[in-house]
Nanobody, 124 residues
């Protein structure tokens, strides 16, 4: 079982930046796919970004492309989400997720492990 713990959320003004971190409780295999999702009040959880740990391939939702950057530090089993030029529409609870199979996917049901989420609030 893999436990994921997110941190780095908070309150920021529009145009500002935050960096989210997600630490895995134990070593995850290099073949894992790591993803970030978010859920705004009254809305369904949606894909934000993902990265394949073995080759660094990334994917971004159109709504965040060019503003968010996903990265990993395999030495400390951590995945990051750098969020720049934040907008009020980015306000949501952000979740880290891990998939044992490394193939890229945006589908929620295909991820095996989830963190508890961290709140990001962007004030306009």
């Amino acid at each position: 079982q893999v436990q994921l713990v997110e941190s780095g959320g908070g309150l920021v003004q529009a145009g500002g930046s935050l960096r989210l971190s997600c630490v895995a409780s134990r070593r995850t295999f290099s073949s894992y796919l790591m993803g970030w999702f978010r859920q705004a009040p009254g809305k369904e959880r949606e894909f934000v970004s993902a990265i394949r740990r073995n080759d660094g391939t990334t994917d971004y939702a159109d709504s965040v492309k060019g503003r968010f950057t996903i990265s990993t530090d395999n030495a400390v089993n951590t995945v990051y989400l750098q969020m720049d030029s934040l907008k009020s529409d980015d306000t949501a609870v952000y979740y880290c997720a891990a998939r044992r199979l490394g193939s890229m996917t945006r589908l929620i049901d295909e991820y095996n492990y989830w963190g508890q989420g961290t709140q990001v609030t962007v004030s306009s």
